[in-house]
């Protein structure tokens, strides 16, 4: 069965993950939104950067963030100007890189889910007195739901998932940057077979839950089924 | 609310929109100048594409356009010499767009509630009451957009134009979506509105039908320009009439209901020159109505022809001869023998008749030649 080890791995997992899908989609929003509605030049630029995890080895975005945010980088220097040390190797400088890592699968389908809607429902609330502000809570985000709830099971299992990451940048370190691929490759190093196969299912399992509820709801809601990228 | 608005009533402003490429609607340079009555239901007509619906986006705000001004009944919604914009969330206006548009994560009901919680001023129950059943929306409250067709969406969409208050309501095309059984179904709503709520309305449409029906008023627009305005009647009865109508053209009589023949169902309707019968719709004797004959369905023959099915035969005499758009077709203006010693021609009642140009050599006709016009259909506009 599950270790102790194994339990706290499984815990750090679901901490992180939530707390990288709250604040992506804190985050994200405002900058899908802007994707959606522009005709700035740097919709291109901006597009392309944030997709741009999609295509490039995390080891290669993980080797970048630890150079950024280590004692020499700049955001190193700033975090040790703030009295914070540096964040490779914890808990938060993990929930940075994997904000990074799962930007895209956020922002993109909340994204589609807008420009879906076209201009049509913020002139319709317009014309019913209803002030950008009014108008983005009661229209655009209600309507966007489909899309919201695709990203936040989109960036959850993404971020529950990633492993070249968090190895570049986190490290092993129980409890703190010890997430739930990390220990299976532990205990596969260890020719902990038993152990390795009892993690990976229940990967898979709390997997395919969220997946199949994520589908149900989206059924019973339209027809419309999950579709990213689309 | 304040109420002490300019002395000058009415709608006046001027839009000039250049041609953009990108736009899809851009086709065309809209240089509209405005002045229009402050109350009663404009129409505003033309072809599709040019550039009603572009103009009607522009007094609301929706379209901007940087060289622009507008006052609606003495208030300044727009002046760019005075760099005046009202956002249009503030300005005091309904909307009803051509697709229904009601918020799909709403249902009808919630749709209604969301206007009336930011109405201009607040909406007593038995508005909210008056405005539900003017529209026959009763039953359908509880239901979500996507479970109502196309008409009760959009008399959902009407009431919720209505709930907002708003002191200019503008309405582009919005039986264009709907089929003709769904706009037979809507059209009476839309008149018990005109006549219940003393809001000026601007309705643009492509339809003679729709405005024959509502418009008091009537701007004619072609390429981005108004090409003529004036009282509706007055203005869809005139021969220059835009000869794009093709199908359309036809003439609007003004007349009243003369007798009423029970045992066929039919009413006799007098007008000035002549009278028609129609099929008895239920109006009362002397009540004045509106007639639409079209020049289509008029057909002229060299003697009466009394072995035809055809119940309105109109001793008539040719006034002039024009061609139409369609080289194959001539337009013939007629004038009703009975109708000859009437030399006021602004009240005098002439028909059109769209004939073939082989039936026009067939038939020799001349401008004098008198002639027998036969109705086929007579359609009460209002």
């Known amino acids: ?230 | 609310m304040d109420h002490n608005r300019d002395p000058t009533p009415g709608i006046q402003g001027h839009f000039h929109l250049p041609r953009s490429n990108g736009d899809q609607q851009g086709a065309f340079t809209l240089d509209a100048k405005l002045d229009l009555p402050g109350t009663g239901v404009t129409g505003i007509f033309g072809p599709s594409g040019s550039g009603k619906t572009t103009l009607l986006r522009c007094i609301a705000g929706l379209q901007s356009c940087k060289n622009a001004s507008l006052s609606v009944n003495g208030e300044t919604w727009q002046c760019s010499s005075k760099r005046v914009f009202i956002p249009v969330h503030r300005r005091p206006l309904g909307f009803v767009f051509q697709q229904p548009s009601l918020f799909a994560h709403l249902s009808a009901g919630k749709n209604l509630e969301f206007a009336r919680k930011r109405a201009g001023e607040a909406v007593s129950d038995s508005d909210f009451q008056k405005i539900i059943e003017l529209m026959g929306i009763g039953d359908l409250l509880s239901r979500g957009p996507e479970s109502l067709s196309g008409g009760e969406q959009q008399r959902v969409a009407i009431a919720r134009a209505l709930l907002i208050k708003p002191r200019l309501l503008l309405m582009d095309e919005p039986l264009a979506s709907l089929d003709q059984m769904r706009k037979r179904e809507i059209l009476p709503y839309l008149e018990k509105m005109h006549r219940a709520f003393d809001i000026p309305i601007l309705y643009v449409s492509h339809s003679v039908d729709e405005i024959a029906r509502l418009a008091d008023y009537l701007l004619l627009m072609e390429e981005g320009k108004v090409i003529g305005e004036g009282k509706a009647a007055a203005l869809l009865s005139r021969e220059d009439f835009p000869a794009q109508l093709g199908d359309d053209l036809g003439v609007l009589l003004e007349a009243k209901i003369a007798e009423r023949d029970d045992q066929w169902k039919l009413l006799r309707a007098g007008f000035e020159g002549g009278a028609l019968w129609l099929r008895d719709g239920g109006e009362p004797i002397g009540e004045s109505i509106r007639l639409r004959v079209l020049a289509r369905d008029i057909s002229l023959t060299r003697s009466e022809d009394t072995a035809s099915s055809i119940l309105n035969r109109l001793p008539v005499r040719v006034q002039e001869i024009s061609p139409d758009r369609d080289p194959a077709m001539v337009l013939v203006r007629l004038k009703p023998l009975s109708d000859e010693g009437n030399e006021n021609t602004s009240g005098s009642t002439r028909l059109i008749a769209r004939i073939t140009r082989r039936s026009l050599h067939q038939l020799s006709l001349v401008a004098g030649s008198e002639l027998w016009a036969q109705i086929k259909s007579v359609a009460i506009v209002r």
């Open chain 1, 1 to 230: 069965m599950l270790s102790d080890t194994d339990l706290g791995a499984i815990w750090l997992t679901l901490r992180l993950a939530t707390t990288v899908t709250l604040l992506l989609l804190v985050l994200g929003t405002p900058l899908a939104l802007w994707l959606a509605r522009t005709r700035s030049i740097f919709k291109g630029p901006v597009s392309a950067l944030v997709a741009l995890p999609l295509v490039l080895p995390p080891t290669v975005l993980g080797f970048y963030l630890l150079i950024f945010m280590g004692p020499s980088g700049p955001m190193g220097k700033f975090t040790e100007a703030l009295g914070l040390g540096t964040l490779p190797f914890t808990f938060w400088g993990l929930v940075v890189a994997s904000l990074l890592y799962s930007l895209p699968f956020v922002v993109q389908p909340i994204q589609n889910a807008i420009e879906a809607q076209g201009p049509r429902p913020g002139e319709v609330a317009a014309t019913l007195r209803s002030g950008p502000w009014d108008s983005f809570w009661h229209v655009t985000l209600p309507l966007a739901k489909p899309g919201l709830l695709t990203a936040a099971v989109l960036g959850f299992a993404h971020t529950v998932g990633e492993f070249g990451v968090v190895l570049m940048i986190g490290g092993n370190i129980p409890g703190e940057t010890r997430v739930v691929s990390v220990q299976i490759y532990d205990h596969v190093e260890a020719l902990e077979y038993t152990q390795a196969h009892w993690l990976s299912a229940a990967m898979i399992v709390f997997s395919f839950a969220v997946l199949l509820l994520l589908y149900l709801l989206q059924q019973r809601k339209s027809a419309v089924g999950l579709r990213y990228g689309s």
